[in-house]
């Protein structure tokens, strides 16, 4: 357990659908990830929050729409999405560093298949 | 372009043995360097975190090192056991420290018993 858990774990939507994934940590940070697995690609980072301010989205198409309410939640909403989308989708968080490195805690992730 | 590989792609070694991991970068300056474990299917679980000012991690069986002069980093693990296996991925922080990981695809490690 690392403290960060996100539900669902699996989930399968068509095309036309509306879903969302949600995230938690019980660590007490303030900086919140979401990060997408593809089959043979390397994870890649798709928006950051800090303070619950989203800080960067690392060009991800509209129908993603993240949602920060407090530090310790996070969510991915989820609407007419493509086969291609199907993937791993992992939340992590840390502490917002003040002049130290702090690790990122990774959640067990969603596995989310379009169909 | 921020790229990391990470060589072998895939590695199987009988149990007990030595083994290093390699992951190089293109970024010259560095805020940290991560190495994950992530088991089939599975999230990632941190390993060890070297920060810029460091050259190397322990623990346990595990070594990291970091040489940002040459962007390299390695894994080491001794006499490895079949619980070892899984993917070891390896992702820095730039020097920006926007919490921004960049990853290589990772190293898929088998151990046989």
């Known amino acids: 357990e690392t403290g960060v858990t996100q539900t669902p774990r699996h989930l399968v939507m068509g095309m036309t659908n509306k879903k969302s994934l949600k995230c938690e940590q019980h660590?007490?940070?303030?900086?919140m990830y979401w990060y997408k697995q593809s089959a043979k690609k390397p994870l890649e980072l798709m928006f950051v929050?800090?303070?619950?301010?989203?800080?960067e989205n690392n060009s991800v198409p509209s129908r993603f729409s993240p949602e920060c309410p407090n530090s310790s939640h996070l969510f991915l909403h989820l609407h007419t999405l493509q086969p291609e989308d199907s993937a791993l989708y992992l939340c992590?968080?840390?502490?917002?560093?003040?002049?130290?490195?702090?690790?990122?805690?990774f959640g067990p992730g969603t596995r989310l298949t379009v169909t | 372009k921020q790229e990391v590989t990470q060589i072998p792609a895939a590695l199987s070694v009988p149990e007990g043995e030595n083994l290093v991991l390699n992951c190089s970068f293109t970024?010259?300056?560095?805020?940290?360097l991560q190495w994950f474990r992530q088991d089939p299917g599975k999230g990632l679980t941190s390993l060890l975190l070297?920060?810029?000012?460091?050259r190397e991690q322990t623990s346990g069986r595990l070594n990291a090192s970091l040489d940002k002069s040459s962007g390299r980093s390695t894994l080491y693990i001794a006499a490895s056991q079949p619980g070892d296996s899984a993917t070891y991925l390896c992702?820095?922080?730039?020097?920006?420290?926007?919490?921004?990981?960049?990853f290589g695809q990772g190293t898929t490690l088998q151990v046989k018993p």
């Open positions: 992590a968080s840390r502490q917002h560093p003040s002049g130290s490195s702090y690790e990122q805690y």
């Open positions: 970024d010259s300056a560095i805020y940290n």
């Open positions: 992702a820095y922080i730039g020097s920006s420290n926007t919490g921004k990981l960049i």
């Open positions: 660590l007490g940070h303030n900086a």
């Open positions: 070297i920060q810029s000012s460091q």
């Open positions: 929050y800090n303070f619950k301010e989203q800080t």
